[in-house]
C-alpha cells in the first residue's frame, strides 16, 4: 500500500470527479496556519523536505485503485481514471527553519486540480504535525537561555513516526541531542541517554548498578540517582565517580521531585568531593514553562531533558491549519464562509527587518531591502535542487528568532506578530468578493483580472 493512500475519503471522490469532467486546468492550493494556539508568538516551519519526498513520489498504482474502490464499495473499473495518476506539478514553499505567522502561506501547490486535490491530506499532515512540533521545541531552546536541550521524547509521541519527527524537529531548533537511536543515526544527531530506574532496581543497591554501568560503558556515563533517596544517591554517584576517576563529561540525573532544590543539593555534593566538572541533567514534565521557571530561579542545571509535553506539543498539539484552492484555471477563488474566509490568488510573503511580513500576490515586485520567503523547490513533479538539511534549516532558525522582538519570543503571554496585506491583494480579494456575491461578473460572462 503506498501512501497515496493515506487521505481522507472525499480526496478521492473529488479527484475521480475532476477527472471525469475533464476539469484537470492548473490549481494552486495554499496551506497556512488561520491562527496561532494560544501561547504561540510565532511558528517555525517544518515538514518541508518530507512532503517533497512525498510529491517527488507520488503515483497512483493499481494497488491503490483497488483500496480505493474496496473503500467505495464499487468495482475497480469505476476508478480506473485515477490509475497512473502522478504528481507533475510547481511548488513553492518557506524553507524549512524560517518562523512564520498566522495566515502566511507555509506552501503553495500549483498543478493540475486532480493531483493537487490528491495531495492534500498528507501535505497537512506532515507540515501541520511537524511544524507544531518544531514550534513548540524553540520555545524549550529559548527558555533554556544557552543551556543544552535534549530530546527525551520517543516512548511518549504518537507513534514512531512521530517520534523521529520531533526527533528532527528538536535538531532543526538547535537541540543538543536526542534519545531517538534511529533519528540520530539517519539525521547526523548526537544520541543522548542514561539508564532507567529498572536498570538500577535489578542490582541489589545503587552503588552496585553504577559499578556496574561504569565497567561496560568506558566513556562519560551518567547515573540516575533518584530512584530511592536523590542525596544518598548523588553521594553514592560522587563516590564511584572518583574512585574510577572518571570526572569529565560525566553526569547526574535528576528526574522527579523538585528539580530546584534537588540540583542545588546535588550540586554542592559533587563539588564537596572535587568533581566540579561533573554535570547535572534533569528531566521528568519538563517543556519550555519548567525550564524557563529553573533557570529563572538560577538553579545550577547543566542539560534539561525535555520529553512528553515538547514531543507532543502538549499545550497546542495541533495547527488550525488549511489547504484551500485559491485560484483554478487562471481564475482566483475564494472561500466566504464565516470566520474561513480566505484570500484569492498565488501568495507571496516579503519580510524586511523590524517590520511587518507583507502578505502579497505572488508576482508583484520584492520592496526595496524586502526578501520574498516562498521559494520555488519544485517543477514539474521534481526537485530543483538537491534535499536541505537540518544544519541549513538551523542557521535560518537561529537568524530568524533572533530578530523576533522580545515580545513574540518570551514564554509567557506572547505577542504574535500580524503581516499586512499589499493593495493590489486587498484589491483582488474585494473583486472577487463582489463576483460571489453579486453573481455581476458570472453573468456578465467575465472574471476579474489582478488588479
Known amino acids: 500500500m503506498s501512501d497515496v493512500t493515506t487521505t481522507d475519503l472525499y480526496e478521492v471522490t473529488m479527484a475521480l470527479s475532476y477527472l471525469e469532467e475533464g476539469m484537470e486546468g492548473p490549481a494552486t492550493f495554499s496551506l497556512f496556519v488561520r491562527k496561532l494556539p494560544p501561547g504561540r508568538g510565532f511558528l517555525v516551519s517544518a515538514g518541508l523536505e518530507p512532503a517533497l ?4 513520489g507520488f503515483r497512483v498504482t493499481s494497488g491503490d485503485v483497488r483500496r480505493f474502490a474496496a473503500a467505495l464499495h464499487r468495482d475497480v473499473e469505476d476508478l480506473a481514471p485515477l490509475l497512473g495518476l502522478a504528481f507533475r506539478g510547481e511548488v513553492r514553499a518557506v524553507p524549512e527553519g524560517r518562523v512564520v505567522h498566522a495566515g502566511e502561506p507555509l506552501l503553495e501547490v500549483t498543478a493540475p486540480l486532480p493531483q493537487a486535490q490528491l495531495a492534500e491530506t498528507y501535505l497537512l499532515l506532515l507540515l501541520s504535525h511537524q511544524t507544531a512540533v518544531a514550534s513548540k521545541a524553540a520555545r524549550c531552546v529559548l527558555a533554556a537561555a544557552g543551556h543544552p536541550v535534549v530530546d527525551f521524547s520517543l516512548r511518549r509521541t504518537h507513534g514512531p513516526h512521530a517520534g523521529f519527527q520531533a526527533a528532527r524537529a528538536g535538531g532543526m ?3 543538543a541531542g536526542t534519545s531517538n537511536v534511529a533519528a540520530a543515526v539517519r539525521l547526523g544527531l548526537t544520541a543522548s541517554g542514561t539508564m532507567a530506574h529498572s536498570y538500577v532496581e535489578a542490582f541489589p543497591d545503587e552503588e552496585a548498578a553504577f559499578r556496574a554501568f561504569a565497567r561496560a560503558h568506558p566513556g562519560p556515563v551518567t547515573f540516575l540517582v533518584d530512584t530511592y533517596d536523590t542525596e544518598r544517591g548523588v553521594a553514592t554517584a560522587a563516590r564511584v565517580l ?10 547526574v540525573r ?8 534537588l540540583s542545588r543539593r546535588a550540586r554542592a555534593i559533587l563539588d564537596e568531593a572535587g568533581l566540579e566538572d561533573v554535570r ?3 528531566s521528568g514534565g519538563l517543556d519550555e514553562y519548567g525550564v524557563e521557571s529553573l533557570v529563572r530561579e538560577g538553579a545550577p542545571i547543566d542539560v534539561y531533558a525535555v520529553g512528553t509535553k515538547a514531543g507532543t506539543s502538549a499545550d497546542a498539539p495541533y495547527l488550525d491549519s488549511a489547504y484551500k484552492l485559491v485560484e483554478y484555471d487562471g481564475r482566483p477563488v475564494m472561500k466566504l464562509s464565516s470566520a474561513k474566509v480566505t484570500a484569492p490568488g498565488r501568495k507571496q510573503v516579503f519580510r524586511t527587518p523590524g517590520e511587518p511580513d507583507v502578505l502579497a500576490l505572488w508576482d508583484e515586485p520584492c520592496p526595496a531591502g524586502a526578501e520574498p520567503l516562498l521559494r520555488t523547490v519544485m517543477r514539474a513533479g521534481r526537485r530543483i535542487g538537491p534535499p536541505d538539511d ?3 534549516a538551523r542557521a535560518r532558525f537561529v537568524a530568524d528568532v533572533t530578530s523576533l522582538p522580545a515580545s513574540a519570543r518570551r514564554v509567557h503571554a506572547p505577542e504574535p506578530l500580524t503581516p499586512r496585506v499589499s493593495p493590489r491583494l486587498t484589491a483582488l480579494t474585494a473583486a472577487v468578493r463582489d463576483r460571489l456575491t453579486t453573481g ?5 460572462g467575465t472574471s476579474p483580472r489582478t488588479p
Open 254 to 261: 535528576l528526574d522527579s521531585g523538585d528539580l530546584g532544590a
Open 53 to 56: 519526498d512525498y510529491l517527488s
Open 440 to 444: 455581476t461578473a458570472a453573468r456578465a
Open 390 to 392: 537540518l544544519a541549513a
Open 173 to 175: 531548533v538547535g537541540f
Open 242 to 251: 572518583r574512585d574510577l576517576r572518571r570526572g569529565p563529561g560525566c553526569g
Open 280 to 282: 547535572i541533567i534533569v
